[in-house]
């Protein structure tokens, strides 16, 4: 046993994986051969993650998250209860597609709430922000705010997980932080 993490003694971890100092796992996870956790992680109860799935430093796992082959994590991600990842497009018991994954990527500190499902092959982008019970079946741009099935964009949201309203000039500042962000060509980037 390694120290430098913790794991719940129902949890199991298959040697050949690599977990960062500080990363908790809680009951009832399966961590598989070959991940890639990183540091100060939180891996909630009945958490699955598959072999080559890699997550960036103090992501959050919610209860009841899948995490397939093919999806990477960045840092300060959170996955919230129940969210659901898939890997293969055409899933057919009777035909093995192994070998045929699509990979999803979540951005830098992005959000998916409870009940999410992200079809896989669409990134979702740094900071952005997918509502309880949406569907995902596109990628989604940096600080995007995506709710509905399917889901549909209806606005901006900052680092600090604020909804970003923009003046004439498409500027916008999070009231927390008072940092500031620029809307252009379609496009949010955070300005100061």
Same mark, same amino acid.
Not at 23 to 37: L, Y
């Given at each position: 046993?390694?120290?430098?993490?913790?794991?719940?003694?129902?949890?199991?971890?298959?040697?050949? *994986?690599?977990? &960062?100092?500080?990363?908790?796992?809680?009951?009832?996870?399966?961590?598989?051969?070959?991940?890639?956790? &990183?540091? $100060?992680?939180?891996?909630?109860?009945?958490?699955?993650?598959?072999?080559?799935? @890699?997550?960036?430093?103090? /992501?959050?796992?919610?209860?009841?998250?899948?995490?397939?082959?093919?999806?990477? *994590?960045?840092?300060?991600?959170?996955? &919230?209860?129940?969210? @659901?990842?898939? $890997?293969?497009?055409?899933?057919?018991?009777?035909?093995?597609?192994?070998?045929?994954?699509?990979?999803?990527? @979540?951005?830098?500190?992005?959000?998916?709430?409870?009940?999410?499902?992200?079809?896989?092959?669409?990134?979702?982008?740094?900071?952005?922000?997918?509502?309880?019970?949406?569907? /995902?079946?596109? $990628?989604?741009?940096?600080?995007?705010?995506?709710?509905?099935?399917?889901?549909?964009?209806?606005?901006?949201?900052?680092?600090?997980?604020?909804?970003?309203?923009?003046?004439?000039? &498409?500027?916008?500042?999070?009231?927390?932080?008072?940092?500031?962000?620029?809307?252009?060509?379609?496009?949010?980037?955070?300005?100061?």
């Amino acid at each position: 046993m390694n120290n430098s993490y913790f794991v719940h003694p129902s949890a199991i971890v298959d040697e050949g *994986c690599n977990i &960062g100092s500080g990363t908790k796992i809680w009951h009832f996870s399966h961590i598989m051969t070959g991940c890639v956790i &990183g540091e $100060n992680c939180n891996i909630g109860q009945n958490v699955v993650i598959s072999p080559e799935v @890699v997550l960036g430093r103090n /992501v959050k796992i919610q209860n009841n998250v899948s995490l397939y082959t093919g999806v990477t *994590c960045g840092d300060d991600v959170f996955l &919230g209860p129940s969210c @659901v990842f898939t $890997n293969v497009t055409n899933p057919r018991s009777a035909v093995n597609r192994r070998g045929q994954y699509s990979k999803t990527h @979540v951005g830098n500190g992005a959000s998916i709430g409870a009940n999410a499902t992200i079809v896989c092959g669409h990134d979702i982008g740094e900071f952005a922000f997918i509502g309880a019970g949406a569907v /995902v079946t596109k $990628n989604v741009p940096p600080y995007a705010l995506l709710v509905g099935n399917p889901a549909k964009q209806i606005g901006w949201m900052s680092e600090f997980g604020h909804r970003l309203t923009f003046d004439k000039d &498409g500027i916008a500042v999070c009231p927390e932080s008072k940092q500031k962000y620029k809307l252009e060509n379609g496009a949010v980037t955070k300005i100061g």
